[in-house]
């Protein structure tokens, strides 16, 4: 169209140069216009940041968690903000808080899930205000606590890493715990936050030898305190809530808590309804 913005392509930076990360990569580029470099070692990588920067940096999965670590630092002196996505073959919940605390914007610990990966690689694409929005306070395999900012984007990275510190349960229990994690989070950052990105949410998750529980602290008003006339949990016909939310001017939705509470064995909330624990047994 006459006087329509050409933008330019986004610049991907390969380390390695494998096999599985360019045909990643290349199922990103059929929807997206790239610029595609691959260098063979990580020092050839940090090279490349010197000269220019790049949108995304994408990792071998040859390498391990560690190495990429260390890469991730010094490509982060040279260039602020980078966004790196790590890839790896296996790995361990440690290594994937490692990522987390280390700023990584994604860390993959199997290549089994593609769709995963493209889809996580399309997010890190995205030309919008980036900051990495995760702070770890503490963590290990079992206890870690979190503050987040309130951006889709960083709820989007949030789940993805919840997910993969979760691969020791098996496929079903895991996509039933992170839908209802994913649920009670966007419903904190909405209704608790406004989507507002200065406004921050406390996520804990802790394993125990019976559950995994997540707990959720927002800073807004909470819900508890009479019907929820926008949310399905309050209404006879499910479906009703629908029209006060258009009526609000709110995104369509609603089923958050509705659909949590059917995902974990419990979601318990406090009186003024801005914590949430969500648990699942695992010992049954």
Not at 35 to 42: D, K, L, Q, R, Y
Not at 82 to 99: F, M, N, Q, S, Y
């Amino acid at each position: 169209m006459p006087g329509a913005e050409i933008r330019p392509p986004r610049r991907v930076l390969l380390l390695g140069g494998g096999d599985a990360t360019r045909e990643l990569v290349e199922a990103v580029a059929r929807h997206v216009s790239l610029e595609i470099e691959e260098v063979p070692t990580a020092i050839e990588g940090l090279e490349a940041l010197r000269r220019r920067d790049y949108d995304v940096v994408v990792t071998d999965p040859a390498t391990s968690i560690e190495e990429d670590l260390a890469y991730l630092r010094e490509g982060q002196w040279l260039r602020p903000g980078l966004r790196a996505v790590l890839l790896a073959e296996r790995g361990t919940p440690e290594d994937v808080i490692d990522a987390m605390r280390a700023g990584a914007f994604a860390c993959f610990v199997s290549l089994a899930d593609r769709l995963a990966i493209i889809e996580m690689l399309r997010a890190a694409l995205r030309r919008e205000e980036w900051r990495n929005g995760i702070e770890v306070i503490c963590a290990h395999r079992d206890w870690i606590k979190l503050r987040v900012n309130c951006r889709l984007l960083t709820a989007e990275r949030l789940i993805h890493f919840m997910n993969e510190t979760r691969k020791d349960l098996v496929d079903e229990d895991r996509d039933r715990l992170i839908a209802a994690f994913r649920e009670i989070l966007i419903n904190a950052m909405e209704h608790g936050c406004g989507f507002n990105p200065d406004q921050v949410i406390e996520v804990s998750a802790v394993k125990t030898l019976r559950a995994i529980v997540y707990h959720f602290h927002d800073p807004g008003q909470g819900f508890a305190h009479g019907p929820l006339p926008h949310a399905a949990q309050s209404a006879d016909d499910p479906l009703t809530h629908l029209l006060t939310r258009d009526e609000q001017g709110m995104r369509a939705g609603g089923f958050g808590l509705l659909l949590a509470r059917h995902l974990v064995d419990e979601l318990i909330h406090n009186d003024r309804g801005n914590e949430v624990l969500l648990i699942k047994y695992t010992d049954k």
